[in-house]
């Protein structure tokens, strides 16, 4: 049986990381696409050899031949475009973050509950070699008892990123539900609950130190996992160059690991006899080993490891780390 599938929203995500899994992977096929701008649909349909397109996204819900929905909007329409899907029968994967706060994602989760349809969001970094090799390392005591993890992430800022009002909607929070650290940290604190175990007990301050958006910019936070691991983050998305780093430190009772989250670096197993680099290779279409999954739970052949329940902890922690900025923000008007 092959899974034919339906994506909504055929931006740059779709273009190499996502889309061509849906049609490269075993037992699936892409068959119907959708964008608002009929003639980009059109487009992308023809490049990717996909036979249908719509301009609606009601239409290609409600099409006999699309068995399952791959929602790769921005996220201020993920949880209505999810729960439509789901409502007429058809299985979603959500590209992340899975919506734009943890209420969005309550509602997807009842969608699903109500419905009998599953629900999974693309941290495909759960299924990529790298990852999948430190969370085995962590479970087989290579540095002995995991005690803490800490997380950095400084990023330069984007070249439109002083726009104004700005273009880029993932410093939108009407759309991405805040800012960067929705888009990329996301992936991280994810990973580490996957690694970890759900994530409790969480405290962050969020802070807009530059001044060239409305999101916030700078996030700190300190966490517990339910295992007991301890955590901490820093994100900061206007340093200077200089200071651009991007690291998930693993501290044990016997060692340390090291793994790049966004770089695709090689990963540091340093212990009291030397210093281990690894080096892993990634899929062309760095989303697929998720896809196949997606696909063989579909057919029953294995479970998918990224799912609505473990995405929506994910949007419980973001929030918790932000309160503090947004309880009283305000949208900006755009000009």
């Not at 995500?13 to 889309?19: I, M, N, Q, W, Y």
């Not at 029968?89 to 419905?115: D, F, H, I, S």
């Not at 530059?210 to 820093?234: F, K, M, N, P, R």
């Not at 090689?266 to 899929?283: A, C, D, H, L, S």
Request: with cysteine; net charge neutral.
């Amino acid at each position: 049986m092959k899974i034919k599938w339906g994506i909504i929203g055929i931006g740059n995500v779709t273009e190499k990381k996502s889309g061509p899994a849906f049609y490269k992977s075993q037992n699936s096929e892409l068959v119907a696409v959708m964008r608002r701008n009929a003639e980009k649909a059109a487009d992308y349909a023809r490049r990717h050899n996909v036979p249908k397109w719509y301009s609606d996204a009601s239409e290609l819900i409600n099409d006999p031949e699309v068995d399952a929905v791959y929602v790769a909007t921005p996220p201020d329409s993920h949880a209505s475009y999810a729960i439509e899907a789901m409502r007429a029968g058809k299985p979603v994967y959500v590209e992340k973050p899975m919506a734009r706060n943890y209420a969005e994602c309550q509602k997807m989760l009842k969608a699903a509950e109500e419905t009998g349809m599953p629900l999974w969001v693309a941290y495909y970094r759960r299924s990529l070699p790298a990852f999948l090799k430190v969370k085995e390392l962590v479970e087989t005591g290579a540095i002995g008892k995991p005690l803490s993890v800490h997380v950095t992430l400084h990023k330069a800022p984007r070249k439109t990123d002083s726009n104004q009002p700005p273009t880029d909607w993932h410093v939108r929070p009407e759309i991405s539900g805040g800012g960067y650290f929705f888009d990329l940290g996301s992936h991280e604190l994810d990973y580490l609950d996957f690694v970890f175990g759900p994530i409790k007990n969480v405290t962050g301050l969020a802070a807009n130190r530059a001044g060239l958006y409305q999101a916030e910019d700078t996030v700190i936070g300190t966490w517990e996992h339910e295992s007991g691991v301890t955590g901490s983050g820093t994100w900061c998305f206007v340093t200077d160059k200089s200071a651009e780093k991007d690291e998930i430190e693993i501290i044990g009772d016997k060692g340390k690991i090291i793994i790049p989250c966004f770089t695709h670096g090689k990963v540091q197993i340093m212990r009291p006899e030397g210093i281990t680099e690894m080096g892993f290779e990634n899929p062309e279409h760095i989303q697929q080993n998720l896809v196949q999954q997606v696909i063989n739970e579909l057919r029953g052949e294995e479970k998918c490891v990224s799912t609505g329940e473990s995405a929506a902890r994910t949007a419980k922690v973001m929030d918790k780390m932000v309160k503090n900025y947004y309880k009283d923000y305000k949208p900006q008007q755009a000009h």
